[in-house]
């Protein structure tokens, strides 16, 4: 619990730090502008796979709401950040979800996966995560 409300507050003050930029610097996106650019094609704006771009699939995208559901109440997100950045192992080959390299150029933060270790991890990597896991039915 403790983990969480540090990695919350961590996310937090992040968030505020990129809203004070410098004119001419481009401020990183967030968690959501990231799944809107990236994810809703397929996923959908609402993460339940739905997306305009599902149909011409062959298989549905997953719902990304129901992830904490799905494993048992906890949310996955060092499964969830693996899968997103092409690094999950296992049928990467017959997947039509592209890894988002681009996602773990920047600034490393530290993240706890769930182990107790903070891991120093891909700022938006994590805040891609933490979208997901705010938007868990």
Not at 58 to 79: H, V, Y
Request: overall charge neutral.
């Amino acid at each position: 619990m403790r983990a969480a409300l540090s990695l919350m507050l961590s996310a937090l003050a992040l968030g505020g730090l990129a809203a004070c930029v410098l004119p001419g610097v481009r401020a990183e996106p967030t968690g959501a502008q990231d799944f809107t650019s990236l994810c809703a094609g397929c996923h959908g704006l609402s993460g339940k796979g739905d997306g305009p771009l599902a149909m011409d699939l062959s298989r549905r995208p997953a719902d990304l709401t129901r992830l904490t559901a799905r494993n048992g109440g906890a949310f996955p997100g060092t499964r969830v950040m693996s899968k997103i950045w092409g690094y999950a192992g296992g049928n990467e080959a017959t997947s039509a979800m592209p890894a988002f390299a681009d996602l773990v150029d920047g600034d490393l933060v530290p993240f706890d996966g769930g182990d107790g270790i903070m891991t120093p991890t891909p700022v938006r990597l994590v805040q891609l995560a933490e979208y997901l896991r705010s938007i868990q039915g």
